[in-house]
């Protein structure tokens, strides 16, 4: 059986991780969370990182920051994960869901115009399969309305809008390093702070309201409680088996690369015929291969594929019901604007198998058997990177 994923492990995890154990610290804000924090900071440009226990914190952490209060509204795609939308309901927020762009599954800037009113405090950017949003647009609305923009770039690890790492161009970003990720620490995360008026703060509440980071510095002689804040660290392990993550980094994105282009090649024809659709990169983009995804006909024709592909020891897996829709999405939030691709794309979307200890060879393999589901031949030669 071909799995949908596998986490990747390049070989020094267990070592970092029994040097955190040996070291006899083990709690959070370490050595290890310290190498990882400088790391994404030299690789993304952003001089202020925080690990975090998750992308879903780092969320979280980005609400309390803004001082959200009961009523205030904030726009985010439908199309996309439950934490996205949490974070701003734990804080009493209105959920404004907006609808996306087809080509990318992002949020689409003119339903985000459309949907900004004076109770608007903030745009929730999510990069769908580590492909930026249109950030120049979202970044100007922002100027424009005197708004916040949150990037959740939960997926866009590595990936670019014109030359800037996703997380990085909005006031802050979240990344995860969740196992479904390209690199992870299991569970994990980051907030990058762009704007460093948020900087102090976002250490206080990351450590439980507490002044602790500013008394460790030696900047206050005792440290108290003095905001609300949370237990927003990760422990050293996570941050120990992250950091050889994050050292093997560029094999795991070559291998990734690598595959989502044989995927794109080996596909092609059948975009071609019209039979299905392959992703969409914009010029300014350059992602990350955290997924791919092809659009059949519909939902019907995707339930019959998944069915297919399962016998033949392949796992291809649908991906977000809107949460517009969900029990908790209707509670929460409203749709702004007219729901013409949200629900129609999200139906018709199939996610392959797509991971570091996938080869080659598994990919022809998947590429063959979705030309045998429609009962055409696949191109015997393949052009592989
Ligand atoms: C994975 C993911 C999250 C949640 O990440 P965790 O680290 O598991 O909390 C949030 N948003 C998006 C878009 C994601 O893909």
């Not at 939308?85 to 985000?112: H, W, Y």
């Not at 424009?144 to 800037?164: C, H, N, P, W």
């Not at 519909?298 to 796992?315: C, S």
Request: overall charge negative; aromatic content about 10%; proline content about 3%.
């Amino acid at each position: 059986m071909i799995p949908f994923n596998r986490p990747a492990v390049t070989g020094r995890e267990a070592l970092y991780v029994s040097e955190a154990i040996n070291s006899r610290q083990i709690c959070g804000d370490g050595r290890f969370t310290f190498l990882c924090q400088k790391w994404l900071s030299e690789q993304t440009g952003c001089p202020h990182v925080l690990l975090t226990p998750s992308c879903t914190h780092a969320l979280e952490m980005c609400a309390v920051l803004m001082e959200l209060k009961e009523g205030d509204e904030v726009i985010l795609p439908s199309y996309t994960f439950s934490s996205t939308a949490n974070a701003f309901a734990l804080r009493g927020a209105q959920l404004v869901f907006v609808d996306i762009c087809p080509e990318t599954m992002n949020m689409d800037p003119e339903a985000v115009e459309a949907a900004i009113n004076e109770k608007t405090k903030a745009i929730i950017a999510v990069h769908y399969a580590g492909v930026s949003c249109d950030m120049s647009r979202l970044m100007g609305l922002a100027d424009r309305y005197k708004l916040f923009v949150i990037e959740d770039a939960a997926q866009g690890v590595m990936s670019t809008y014109m030359g800037k790492s996703l997380g990085t161009i909005g006031h802050l970003g979240c990344y995860s390093f969740h196992e479904t990720k390209n690199v992870t620490s299991g569970e994990g995360g980051a907030l990058l702070i762009n704007d460093p008026t948020l900087l102090e703060r976002a250490e206080i509440i990351r450590e439980k309201g507490t002044n602790r980071k500013r008394f460790l510095n030696g900047s206050v002689d005792k440290y108290s409680w003095v905001d609300i804040g949370s237990s927003f660290l990760p422990s050293e392990l996570n941050a120990a088996f992250l950091y050889a993550q994050l050292e093997g980094i560029e094999r795991i994105h070559q291998k990734r690369m690598n595959l989502w282009k044989h995927y794109y090649r080996g596909l092609l024809t059948l975009k071609e015929k019209g039979i299905l659709e392959l992703p969409t990169i914009p010029e300014l983009c350059e992602h990350n291969a955290h997924m791919f995804y092809i659009k059949v006909k519909d939902e019907e024709e995707r339930k019959t594929m998944i069915a297919f592909l399962k016998q033949r020891g392949i796992a291809a897996a649908f991906h977000y019901n809107p949460l517009h829709s969900a029990l908790a999405g209707r509670q929460f939030g409203r749709f702004h604007g007219e729901d013409r691709f949200t629900t129609k794309e999200s139906e018709r979307l199939l996610r392959l198998p797509l991971y570091f200890d996938l080869n080659s060879s598994d990919v022809q393999f998947i590429v063959e058997h979705i030309h045998d589901f429609y009962g055409i031949k696949s191109k015997a030669e393949m052009h592989i990177v």
